[in-house]
């Protein structure tokens, strides 16, 4: 008779904890992979439909009262509640709409991390909170064009995303004769995409788009890459062998981009939510003016928020995002 052969329990139950070990170590990155896709997918449709709703508006400037009282605290501030309700929800389905000091209501959780998970801060509240430069010294209500500083508001959208909105009823037009950004910015919008069921951080489930321009609009959703360029660099330079800042990008990642002048801008505007540093001064963006070497392109200061003419073979700083 033949002697069947076949595993002792001993070493199938080895195997078995073999498998569940590697199961232990693999499946969280597998999940994390996932989770990745499928919120960068949801970014981008998210932009879309924003990006085509705005569109439709034929003013994105003046809804709402904002009204200063004798201190910098307003006394009548209905600006986002009304923008939305007055102007959004006509053109974007809309399930719920959570006037200020209610942002929780709409899924707004009370603290985010930031990008890289270097801090917890407390979801802003109103626009001197997303970034007080948005508010520096002149550029508020003066010289360098007009900012209010409003409270934020929220609303819930069908597919599940709570949206905070910052809102400044004051901005101006492209054609604005200054190059300040603050007076440009129409809204901010920053998002979670599952309200406040975690990980609440940004370049995960939260992210930022941004409206610029009172007449034909411009909206952008910049996914920032998570460090600057090692050192300061020209936009362009005719030296083959020097890094210029396009290539700047693609040393660091093959899916990495030059953002171009407003995507730089909302980087600005949304600095303290990416830790981007407002001790740089100036960033390149891929704007391009005109070619060359000595020829212009367009940088982006962080320390006052203006918007510069710069030959290309200055050197700045570099922030790129993802394609």
Not at 130 to 158: P, R, W
Not at 210 to 239: G, L, R
Request: some cysteine; glycine content about 6%.
């Amino acid at each position: 008779m033949k002697k069947l052969k076949g595993f002792t329990l001993a070493e199938i139950l080895i195997t078995l904890a073999i498998i569940g070990i590697v199961a232990a170590i693999t499946l969280p990155g597998l999940l994390v992979n996932v989770n990745e896709k499928a919120w960068d997918a949801q970014k981008k449709a998210l932009h879309a439909r924003l990006a085509q709703a705005i569109g439709q508006m034929n003013t994105l400037g003046g809804y709402g009262t904002y009204t200063k009282g004798e201190t910098e605290d307003a006394t009548v501030d209905t600006s986002a509640e009304n923008f939305i309700l007055d102007a959004l929800s006509k053109v974007y389905k809309i399930n719920n709409v959570c006037g200020p000091d209610k942002l929780s209501s709409c899924g707004i959780p009370s603290k985010i991390t930031t990008l890289n998970a270097t801090s917890e801060i407390t979801f802003p509240t109103k626009i001197s909170e997303l970034n007080s430069k948005l508010l520096n010294g002149q550029h508020y209500e003066g010289e360098y064009g007009d900012v209010a500083d409003t409270k934020a508001a929220a609303f819930e959208t069908v597919n599940g995303e709570s949206i905070a909105v910052f809102y400044n009823p004051l901005c101006s037009s492209d054609t604005s004769a200054t190059h300040y950004v603050q007076n440009k910015m129409c809204v901010n919008f920053v998002y979670d995409l599952n309200g406040t069921e975690g990980p609440n951080q940004v370049g995960k489930d939260v992210g930022f788009i941004t409206a610029f321009y009172n007449k034909n609009p411009v909206v952008v959703a910049p996914a920032p890459h998570t460090a600057d360029y090692t050192s300061t660099v020209a936009q362009f330079t005719d030296t083959s062998a020097t890094v210029d800042a396009s290539s700047a990008c693609k040393t660091m990642a093959e899916d990495l981009r030059l953002p171009d002048r407003d995507e730089i801008a909302s980087l600005f505007i949304n600095a303290p939510l990416i830790n981007l540093a407002d001790n740089k001064t100036s960033y390149w963006s891929g704007s391009v003016i005109s070619s060359g070497a000595s020829g212009f392109a367009w940088n982006q200061s962080f320390t006052l928020g203006s918007r510069a003419r710069s030959v290309r073979s200055n050197t700045y700083y570099v922030r790129c995002i993802k394609k």
